[in-house]
């Protein structure tokens, strides 16, 4: 019997039943819609990370200090001996706080960091207009301020702030610049809402005299590693332990948190393909169902001289197809999910995989194979003469 024939034979069957092929394809449609969709949302969120480190580059490092008290303080000028040696190019220590900003009758809380005039290199920000900050602006402890564009717009709306002052914990600072939308940075700060400071400044307004973080930025990639144990070998030197400090390879942290995104994308696309399975036993329940209905008409057809493979080959095409139709129905929904989730979800974006599709949809047609086997075989080894007796 040509294959076509018993396509046709299937078509026929399932459109007999329409309600109860649809209720089958319901596990595989879900399985497929379930994995593409979940996959999609994984490797959107892997560019995301990929999108939000890859201004700063590999060879950036975040020393972190995790203790308190005299002990455990970076000194400036100590710290910035280390520039131009051992592979570092840019230090740019930080004090940050949260603050109210106030501008004629506006107030807002914003975080205030303190730093230097490498910091905008160092995180691969541009100036939107005005200056950044400059070193004669660290000598004199001038009072001047860079304004991301968050806190640009709550104040000044379209107008340019260069120019104009803002009071800071009590303190007037000139404007002298404002960023680029730039987003967050490796600690997960937003430059876009922070006022940026001189450090020398900062310390004395906000009587702060700790450096808690520092970005230090390598030479190159290849001296990232050379960097990190000069660095190792200053912190140890001054604190003498490992235990009150941190430092954090912006390559390694992209790594760990695309590992941890991957990891748990492929926990719920395991999860997603239960659903597969357990279509695929609905598919085989139905199909003994459909074996035990159809048993006088596989003994009449066996009488008139259809072979086993016949009846085997009718039973596993009706199989695949109903799991193929869901399974291409799964990838429909699963695509158009993806494609909307992002208007649902504006915070999650999606990447769409073609080749996960593709496998989606033939896992699917290799269940309704592997799943229908079992009652084909049984309908192709019923003897003629007891299916013709079957009520």
Same mark, same amino acid.
């Given at each position: 019997?040509r294959?076509w024939e018993? &396509?046709?034979m299937?078509?026929?069957?399932?459109? *007999?039943?329409?309600?109860r092929?649809?209720?089958?394809?319901?596990?595989?449609?879900?399985g497929?819609?379930?994995?593409?969709?979940?996959?999609?949302?994984?490797?959107g969120?892997?560019k995301?990370?990929e999108?939000q480190?890859?201004?700063?580059?590999t060879?950036?490092l975040?020393?972190?200090l995790l203790?308190?008290g005299r002990?455990?303080?970076? $000194?400036?000028d100590d710290l910035?001996?280390?520039?131009?040696?051992?592979?570092?190019?840019?230090?740019?220590p930080t004090?940050?706080?949260n603050? *109210?900003?106030k501008? /004629?009758?506006?107030?807002?809380s914003y975080?205030?960091?303190?730093t230097? !005039?490498?910091?905008?290199?160092?995180q691969k920000g541009?100036?939107a207009?005005?200056?950044f900050l400059?070193e004669? /602006?660290? !000598?004199y402890?001038?009072?001047v301020? =860079?304004i991301g564009?968050?806190v640009?717009?709550?104040f &000044?709306?379209k !107008? /340019?702030p =260069?120019?104009?002052?803002?009071n800071?914990?009590?303190?007037?600072?000139?404007?002298?610049g404002v960023?680029?939308? @730039?987003?967050s940075n490796?600690?997960?700060t937003?430059?876009?809402?922070?006022?940026?400071?001189?450090?020398?400044?900062? +310390?004395r307004d906000f @009587?702060?005299?700790s450096?808690r973080?520092?970005?230090?930025?390598?030479?190159?990639?290849d001296?990232?590693?050379?960097?990190?144990v000069a660095?190792?070998a200053?912190l140890y030197q001054?604190f003498k332990?490992?235990?009150?400090? $941190?430092?954090l390879?912006?390559?390694e942290?992209?790594?760990?948190?695309?590992s941890?995104? +991957?990891?748990?994308?492929?926990?719920?696309?395991a999860?997603a393909?239960?659903?597969?399975?357990?279509?695929g036993?609905?598919?085989m329940?139905i199909m003994?169902?459909?074996?035990s209905?159809r048993?006088?008409?596989i003994?009449?057809?066996?009488?008139?001289?259809? @072979?086993?493979? $016949?009846?085997l080959?009718?039973f596993l =095409?009706?199989a695949?197809?109903?799991?193929?139709m869901?399974g291409?129905?799964?990838l429909?929904v699963?695509?158009?999910?993806s494609l909307?989730?992002p208007?649902?979800?504006p915070s999650q974006?999606t990447?769409?995989?073609l080749?996960?599709?593709?496998?989606?949809?033939l896992?699917?047609?290799l269940v309704g194979?592997? &799943?229908?086997?079992y009652?084909?075989n049984k309908?192709s @080894?019923?003897?003629?003469?007891?299916a013709?007796?079957?009520d």
């Amino acid at each position: 019997m040509r294959i076509w024939e018993l &396509f046709q034979m299937a078509m026929a069957t399932i459109r *007999s039943n329409p309600l109860r092929t649809v209720l089958t394809m319901l596990g595989v449609i879900i399985g497929v819609a379930s994995v593409i969709t979940l996959v999609s949302i994984g490797q959107g969120t892997s560019k995301a990370i990929e999108k939000q480190y890859e201004g700063l580059g590999t060879n950036l490092l975040t020393v972190t200090l995790l203790g308190n008290g005299r002990a455990t303080q970076l $000194n400036y000028d100590d710290l910035m001996t280390l520039e131009g040696t051992a592979g570092i190019a840019t230090i740019a220590p930080t004090m940050t706080q949260n603050s *109210s900003i106030k501008y /004629d009758r506006t107030t807002e809380s914003y975080n205030v960091i303190g730093t230097n !005039d490498r910091y905008l290199d160092v995180q691969k920000g541009k100036m939107a207009s005005g200056r950044f900050l400059a070193e004669a /602006d660290l !000598d004199y402890r001038n009072h001047v301020a =860079v304004i991301g564009t968050e806190v640009a717009t709550k104040f &000044f709306g379209k !107008d /340019d702030p =260069v120019g104009e002052e803002i009071n800071v914990k009590g303190y007037m600072y000139t404007i002298i610049g404002v960023l680029q939308t @730039k987003g967050s940075n490796t600690s997960g700060t937003s430059l876009d809402s922070s006022v940026l400071v001189p450090l020398p400044t900062m +310390s004395r307004d906000f @009587k702060l005299g700790s450096i808690r973080t520092a970005y230090v930025e390598a030479s190159s990639g290849d001296l990232v590693a050379r960097a990190q144990v000069a660095l190792e070998a200053y912190l140890y030197q001054k604190f003498k332990s490992t235990s009150g400090y $941190n430092i954090l390879n912006s390559s390694e942290l992209i790594s760990a948190r695309q590992s941890a995104s +991957s990891t748990l994308t492929n926990q719920l696309v395991a999860v997603a393909a239960i659903s597969l399975l357990v279509g695929g036993i609905g598919i085989m329940n139905i199909m003994l169902v459909t074996v035990s209905e159809r048993t006088r008409e596989i003994g009449i057809r066996k009488s008139i001289g259809a @072979k086993r493979r $016949n009846i085997l080959l009718q039973f596993l =095409v009706e199989a695949t197809l109903i799991s193929g139709m869901g399974g291409l129905i799964g990838l429909i929904v699963g695509i158009s999910l993806s494609l909307a989730w992002p208007y649902i979800n504006p915070s999650q974006q999606t990447s769409l995989s073609l080749n996960i599709g593709l496998y989606a949809f033939l896992f699917s047609a290799l269940v309704g194979v592997i &799943f229908g086997l079992y009652p084909a075989n049984k309908a192709s @080894k019923l003897k003629p003469i007891d299916a013709l007796r079957f009520d």
